[in-house]
């Protein structure tokens, strides 16, 4: 008795295949995982003077990123300064033009800060989205470009240094895609 099961003819122009390999060589099997990343302006390398604008290494690069998410953080305000919003331009994920900025990833809308004079919260509410659907996935993100701006594109003078009452905090949570057992 013959014991291999093959189709007649090709389906949907996948070739014919004995029983054997049909079992040993099951479909890759992926999965979504999360990862959070806390970017602060403190932590900043010397080498860039303002905390509006640097760049933020990631330690363990992130590969075949799918979804890029902003959930929360902080501002630095002063009242008479401090516009409705502030545009996030991080260089690496930007997908939308918002007023005279070239690109954004986020606008972020600034809010009195609970029982802080100097900080304000950062509300997720955009204009358009707050997920960032990257197709096709980012390959590998090794760091993230920051830059704050106002409304009219300039940069956010939060001064320069590293006092603390001039820094912000930005939280990202990145998913990828990645295959049963593979490492980080």
């Known amino acids: 008795m ?3 099961i ?14 054997s390999e049909w079992i040993d060589t099951p479909p890759p099997k992926q999965r979504e995982r999360n990862y959070f990343i806390c970017v602060e302006s403190i932590k ?4 860039y003077p303002s905390p509006a604008e640097y760049r933020f290494p990631i330690l363990q ?5 799918i979804r890029v998410e902003l959930v929360g953080g902080t501002l630095p305000s002063t009242p008479a ?13 930007n997908h939308m033009d918002v007023g005279s900025a070239n690109g954004a990833f986020n ?17 997720t509410q955009m204009t358009q989205t707050t997920t960032l659907i990257c197709q ?15 409304p009219d594109g300039t940069l956010m003078d939060y001064g320069t240094g590293f006092d603390p009452s001039n820094q912000h905090m930005l939280m990202f949570k990145f998913t990828v895609l990645e295959a049963f057992g593979q490492l980080p």
Request: net charge positive.
């Open 107 to 123: 606008v972020l809308f600034t809010a009195p800060g609970a029982g802080s004079s100097t900080h304000s919260i950062v509300q």
């Open 2 to 4: 013959n014991t291999k």
């Open 44 to 47: 900043r390398a010397p080498v």
């Open 6 to 19: 093959q189709p007649s003819r090709p389906v949907l122009g996948i070739p014919p295949r004995t029983t």
């Open 81 to 93: 300064t401090t516009p409705p919003y502030v545009i996030l331009d991080v260089n690496e994920l």
């Open 136 to 150: 096709p996935s980012i390959p590998r993100l090794n760091y993230l470009s920051i830059a704050l701006r106002a």
């Open 61 to 65: 690069p992130l590969r075949d990123v």
